[in-house]
């Protein structure tokens, strides 16, 4: 038995594949539009730009990736960073994209909890600003604070806010200066926690107050779990 279709059903298949098959091709113009892409800590990555990707390129943020412990029978520090590649942020108008390190902690003295973060990790905000510690720009040793006999060349400092317990009046945060080092074959982890000064961006130092933050200022080193 031979199928006769009427002449119109063909037409109408014909507008139909016409139109999915111009539609595939505006997708893919639109998906396939370049995007550039920035290392991120090259000179001019602070100058955002709409549809900019400051990609991590060197994978400097990767070698810190991991867990983190320092104990010393008193104090327990334990941190966590994991890699935000291609984080999604929108400011003056201008929709760009940037690899993060970010990171949470757990601290304890005497083994009572003073603060646990570490769940916080796992949430996907959309806001960077929603995690105790994220990436915010490679120093070198000569800048402040100084890293005296330093065995790397350049070290990454996050910001440090302490988000449930902070004094609201230091809304800045703290910078957590962190380099990584290898010690008697032992991966470690080496810390100058820091008070950020508020008003003019600049470090203000050590320092004997907590400025509200539960965790202490000073040095810490950690070794990788």
Known sequence: MKLVFPVHNFNLIYCIMKNLIL?????SA????????FPIYQIGSADKRNNFY?????NFQDQYVGEWLFNDGTTY???KFIKKPRFMETRRGATFYRDFLIGEYEYKVNDITVVNTLNNIDVNHSDIHMYNMYSLMR?????FPECVGCDVTKR????????TSRNPDW?????????RVMEGGVE??????????????IPAGLGDEYKGFSLPFGEYTLTRV
């Open 30 to 37: 639109i998906s396939c539009k370049s995007q550039t892409i």
């Open 188 to 201: 470690k982890l080496k810390v100058q926690f820091i008070m950020k000064d508020s008003a003019s961006g």
């Open 54 to 58: 400051y990609k991590d390129t060197e």
């Open 171 to 179: 809304a800045a945060g703290a910078h957590f200066i962190i380099r």
């Open 23 to 27: 539609n595939l091709l505006i997708f």
């Open 139 to 143: 120093y070198k040793i000569n800048q």
């Open 77 to 79: 520090l334990k941190v």
């Open 156 to 163: 990454l400092v996050m910001v440090f806010q302490e988000l």
